[in-house]
Nanobody, 127 residues
Framework: QVHLVESGGGLVQAGGSLRLSCAVS???????MGWFRQAPGKEREFVAAITWSGRTRYYAESVKGRFTISRDNAKDTMALQMNSLKPEDTAVYFC?????????????????????WGQGTQVTVSS
């Protein structure tokens, strides 16, 4: 059975940092991975993605320079280091896994590319 489990969310003041983790089981971890977030009343949006090798990373413009995505294939885990957090970063954060595909570099931001999702972890940034 496939499980993606996020952890590390919480409440932090603006300007602070949080590190989210995603533990994957039941899957071959040689898959592309991504982070998405969903704020109340809004669509789920792309945050960051990383290829299976870890060599290529993608970021939404709104988080570029503040967030860093990484993975440890030996431990089947992925992380999102979030620095300089802003109130607008408040959302439920989801990790997701994408089956290997040749066009991931074109569609990494699309929810449809990802076939497994975690339950999400809440991040709240106070002003």
């Amino acid at each position: 059975q496939v499980h993606l489990v996020e952890s590390g969310g919480g409440l932090v003041q603006a300007g602070g940092s949080l590190r989210l983790s995603c533990a994957v089981s039941g899957l071959t971890f040689s898959r592309n991975m991504g982070w998405f977030r969903q704020a109340p009343g809004k669509e789920r949006e792309f945050v960051a993605a990383i290829t299976w090798s870890g060599r290529t990373r993608y970021y939404a413009e709104s988080v570029k320079g503040r967030f860093t995505i990484s993975r440890d294939n030996a431990k089947d885990t992925m992380a999102l280091q979030m620095n300089s957090l802003k109130p607008e970063d408040t959302a439920v954060y989801f990790c997701a896994s994408s089956q290997p595909r040749n066009n991931f570099d074109t569609y990494y931001f699309a929810r449809e590319v990802y076939d497994y999702w975690g339950q999400g972890t809440q991040v709240t940034v106070s002003s």
